[in-house]
Nanobody
Framework: QVQLVESGGGLVQAGGSLRLSCAAS????????VGWFRQSPGKEREFVAAIRRSGGHTYYADSVKGRFTISRDNAKNTMYLQMSSLKPEDTAVYYC???????????????????WGQGTQVTVSS
């Protein structure tokens, strides 16, 4: 079955960096748009970043643009999120997700993604 496993979360001071990874199995990874979402207590899950199948198109939430970089390695079935200049408001559980057949205009919608990881906690201290 399809599995998405996140890693790389942890505790970091404001201004620091973390790199999240998402390892996929049980699917043809290169056929999927993959993305990162996050959820903090009391808030709805929100879009962070996404990358289309070939890696040629990337999308970011305004709140992370210029600080986060999403990438993928289709040969390794793995997606990454490099997070820099972290802020306390970036604290959340980060989820990776994969979806097929997502039209461009719906890339930021979590309802378009079929498979989800279990999440990894990122905590940024001030």
């Amino acid at each position: 079955q399809v599995q998405l496993v996140e890693s790389g979360g942890g505790l970091v001071q404001a201004g620091g960096s973390l790199r999240l990874s998402c390892a996929a199995s049980g699917l043809t990874f290169s056929s999927y748009t993959v993305g990162w979402f996050r959820q903090s207590p009391g808030k709805e899950r929100e879009f962070v970043a996404a990358i289309r199948r070939s890696g040629g198109h990337t999308y970011y939430a305004d709140s992370v643009k210029g600080r986060f970089t999403i990438s993928r390695d289709n040969a390794k079935n793995t997606m990454y999120l490099q997070m820099s200049s972290l802020k306390p408001e970036d604290t959340a559980v980060y989820y990776c997700a994969a979806g097929r057949g997502i039209i461009l205009s719906s890339t930021r919608s979590d309802r378009q993604y079929d498979h989800w990881g279990q999440g990894t906690q990122v905590t940024v201290s001030s």
